[in-house]
């Protein structure tokens, strides 16, 4: 790991402040991917700003009957919290399902959100990686990548994001609440965080050098079943070869879909929808991005399988 310098945040105003001031500079909280990555030295931060004593760790109903969920709030918190295990079932579970249960006392939901991807060639510092390095190439285009994107990926990058939580959250329709340098407030859909690779795989999301996420916004409770199913090559702590967070109602579905995209997937239109009409959507973008590989494109086969089976849940 390289030497860096490191700071304590009073606020977020003063988390802002710090980062505009140090060109650079990144945010740290429970440090779960960003720790290993410096110590990987694929990320070298000159200056960390630690936001542990900032607040934003609350969650709190919303007039309109929702949820506001503060960036430093914890995976495991969240997940147990009465109101998400009662109305937002398909959060707890999605929460529950990811890492492991000492990492998730440890993650918060802004980190989550933020957390880099999970591909091999990324982490192999000896591979050429466009993310990791821009201009270096992608060792995953003509390498191992059962686990890679088969929609929305380019030509410079076929990763996926690996967070469960995000996935949970845009069948949700949750809004990103951010500080932006110069005090002034900032949202972002999930859809709308997350970039899309194009010919710049690393830059990842739509915030600007130096903006904190300070919050998740949830809308009031859906009607309907909530269901999170996660498909892996092992049972516990492994990242979703395909997941989807589904919410029910009269044979249609809200959906996004995790583990097939740079971001959670969901079908254009928005709203609930058949399954024939999302499996169809998935499939066309699969067929017009020309990504998909002879070793990833069974992907499509278990999204479709997996929305049969949450339809066929009858509990």
């Known amino acids: 790991m390289k030497q860096f310098t490191f700071e304590r945040a009073t606020s977020p105003a003063d988390a802002v402040e710090k980062a505009a001031r140090t060109p650079g500079a990144r945010f740290i909280a429970g440090g779960t991917n960003l720790l290993d990555l410096m110590k990987l030295q694929i990320e070298s931060p ?19 009957g ?27 579970s999605a929460l529950v399902s990811g890492a492991s249960g000492q990492l998730r006392n440890r993650a918060t939901t802004g980190g989550n959100l933020l957390q880099r991807t999970r591909c091999p060639y990324f982490y192999d510092t000896n591979q050429p990686c466009n993310k990791r390095m821009p201009g270096s190439g992608c060792a995953a285009l003509g390498g191992y990548s059962r686990q890679l994107a088969v929609v929305g990926a380019s030509t410079e990058c076929i990763a996926t994001h690996p967070s469960d939580m995000a996935v949970a959250l845009q069948a949700l329709g949750a809004v990103v609440e951010t500080q932006q340098p110069g005090g ?28 904190l996420i300070t919050g998740v916004r949830l809308p009031s409770p859906p009607a309907g079943r909530q269901v999170y199913r ?45 399954a024939p009409a999302i ?32 339809l066929n849940r009858t509990t």
């Open 66 to 92: 929702g949820l506001r969920i503060g960036a430093l709030v914890r995976n495991a918190d969240l997940a147990a919290h009465p109101r998400v295990r009662k109305e937002y079932g398909v959060l707890s």
């Open 230 to 274: 996660k498909l892996r090559d092992r049972a516990s702590y492994a990242f979703a070869l395909v997941s989807v967070a589904a919410i029910v109602e009269d044979q249609q579905m809200r959906v996004a879909v995790g583990g097939v995209s740079h971001r959670p997937w969901s079908p254009p239109g928005g709203g609930r929808q058949a």
């Open 184 to 211: 002034s407030s900032g949202q972002h859909t999930l859809e709308a965080l997350y970039r899309a690779p194009g010919t710049t795989p690393h830059l990842e999301t739509a915030l600007v050098p130096g903006e």
């Open 279 to 310: 499996i169809s959507a998935l499939r066309a973008e699969a067929a017009n991005s020309a990504i998909a590989t002879e070793q990833n494109r069974f992907k499509l086969d278990l999204v479709e399988r997996s929305l049969a089976s949450i």
């Open 46 to 64: 000159a200056h960390l700003i630690d936001i542990n004593a900032i607040g934003l760790d609350t969650v709190e109903s919303t007039q309109d």
